[in-house]
């Protein structure tokens, strides 16, 4: 499965959003590989002629000029201080890559894409698959697989921004509030007008409670790994985010701002802060936009791309990391997940997402759309993830979603951990227009802003202690099971 939404309208180049700089960021090239411009020119020029990636295992990390005794070296700041105050060690799943091992590799003559340091494996590309068995019979390597084959490259949007020219400057100005001098009276009046569309997603999780309380993701990082964020930095409601900054691991060039508008319907639910019109559940955090998929076929490569991403992630020390996407089926047969493979560990995303809440963060992760399809109805990977929370949809009277996918994992783990509203959500589209989507995708990010009020309001737990918390104030925590998972939980408690 690839982004996990039914709409109801139905390393690389880094971008700075909004020219905004931030002191968390890492020169990490280990996890980023960097690509000069004459390298993507080249790309460019060579998009139409196939070409191919492949993930190549490292057998170890020796020789590795860092030490987990030096982490200011390969972590943030943020990062670090999240470690010291859950009380987690640095282990070497932390040490980046050995530059030696991949300077041999490069020598082989193919392009270093991206990199696992939590895997131990690097993504290269090339045209020749012949230099793959060079790459193979180097001693720092202990095996490759292929993981996607490419014969075009898509044209990215370059008059997106003509979609959002009918907003206007200031989305506000439409606001029931406009014009009121008594910023007072508007604080007072009902809920339902401050929320605006958004107001039953977030009352329903009783998140309301915790806004009125001063918690609103103030301090709080999130970092959203989807599949771009079309016109996510031109469109007016987005204006006054926190966007510290975003990257694309899926493309070598890739802009994540000309293509693909799931990531921005899933941005909005959290982020949006325009009062009267729509409000999302976390509008005061901070955020890192991440796409880790390209949506024009379904390749294995994602998972390494989306591991990538979420390494990042941790890099610069998000708190919560949230994600609407999941896999079940590939393009290549061969590469389809299996039942006995959601264990939570045998899949390379599912195992790193499972390491998430060792870094310190809290990873929310949609559980899928294939409840209403016959051939599956399951969760996908890495919603079969062990110690995060993966996410399935109600509709607004609090009942199942039709498509919401069922658990268990395949070591007989409750999945969907929570719930939270997947029908009828309010979204902002690329076009700038509220309007709204359902599916897991948007119950997810619903809960991570929620996630990060909590967490804002209970600075001084434990990721662990978090999403146990959270589990046991679902309304169906005494008889947790694989539709509702513990249930739809009041953030409030």
């Known amino acids: ?242 966007i510290l900054g975003s990257r694309d691991f899926a493309k070598i060039g890739g802009n994540e701002f000309e293509e693909e508008e799931h990531g921005t319907m899933v941005l909005s639910c959290i982020a949006t802060n325009c009062r009267g019109q729509m409000i999302g559940t976390a509008p005061e955090a901070s955020f890192w936009l991440l796409r880790s998929e390209d949506g024009h076929s379904e390749q294995m490569v994602e998972e390494d791309n989306w591991c990538a991403a979420v390494e990042f992630a941790d890099s610069v020390g998000a708190d919560v990391v949230t994600t609407s996407l999941g896999y079940t089926v590939y393009d290549n047969k061969a590469d389809n997940v299996r039942l006995w493979e959601l264990d939570g560990k045998t899949r390379m995303i599912s195992k790193s997402a499972s390491m998430g809440a060792s870094k310190g963060m809290v990873l929310v992760q949609a559980a899928g759309n294939e409840g209403s399809f016959s051939h599956w109805k399951l969760i996908g990977a890495p919603a079969d993830a062990d110690n995060i929370l993966s996410v399935g949809a109600v509709n607004d009277s609090r009942e199942i979603a039709y498509f919401s996918s069922l658990g268990n994992s395949a070591d007989n783990r409750i999945k969907p951990d929570i719930c939270a509203q997947g029908e009828d959500c309010c979204v902002i589209d690329k076009s700038g227009e509220i309007t709204t989507a359902d599916g897991t995708s948007f119950a997810t990010p619903i809960t991570a802003g929620m996630v990060a009020c909590f967490w804002q309001a209970h600075p001084n737990l434990t990721a662990m202690e978090i999403i146990a918390l959270i589990r046991s104030f679902g309304d169906n925590a005494s008889h947790p099971n694989n539709v509702y998972g513990w249930g739809i939980p009041d953030y409030a408690k």
């Not at 690509?35 to 590795?64: C, T």
């Not at 041999?104 to 894409?113: A, D, H, R, T």
């Not at 698959?129 to 292929?146: E, G, I, P």
Request: hydrophobic fraction near 35%.
């Open 1 to 242: 499965m690839k982004k996990i939404a039914f709409t109801s309208l139905c390393f690389l180049f880094a971008v700075s959003l909004f020219a905004q700089d931030t002191d968390e960021e890492m020169n990490n090239d280990t996890v980023i590989i960097q690509q000069d411009e004459s390298d993507l020119n080249m790309d460019m020029e060579k998009q139409l002629a196939p070409f191919y990636r492949y993930r190549v295992y490292l057998k170890d990390k020796i020789g590795s000029p860092y030490s987990v005794s030096r982490p200011e070296e390969f972590l943030s700041t943020k990062a670090i201080e999240r470690r010291k105050k859950q009380k987690l060690a640095i282990d070497m799943t932390d040490i980046p890559l050995n530059r030696s091992y991949l300077t041999q590799i490069e020598g082989c003559g193919v392009k270093l894409i991206n990199c696992s340091k939590w895997n131990n494996t690097v993504v290269v590309q090339t045209i020749d698959t012949t230099k793959m068995n060079r790459v193979n019979a180097l001693d720092c390597v202990d095996s490759v697989r292929k993981v996607a084959s490419y014969t075009t490259m898509p044209t990215p949007d370059r008059d997106r921004k003509k979609l959002v020219e009918n907003i206007g400057e200031d989305p506000e100005s439409k606001s029931f509030f406009a014009g009121m001098k008594d910023d007072l009276i508007a604080r007072n009046l009902n809920n339902s007008y401050k929320y605006g569309k958004a107001h039953n997603q977030i009352k329903m999780l009783n998140g309301i409670a915790l806004h009125e309380k001063g918690y609103r993701g103030q301090g709080m990082t999130i970092a959203i790994i989807d599949g771009g964020f079309h016109n996510a930095d031109v469109i007016p409601y987005f204006k006054n985010v926190k």
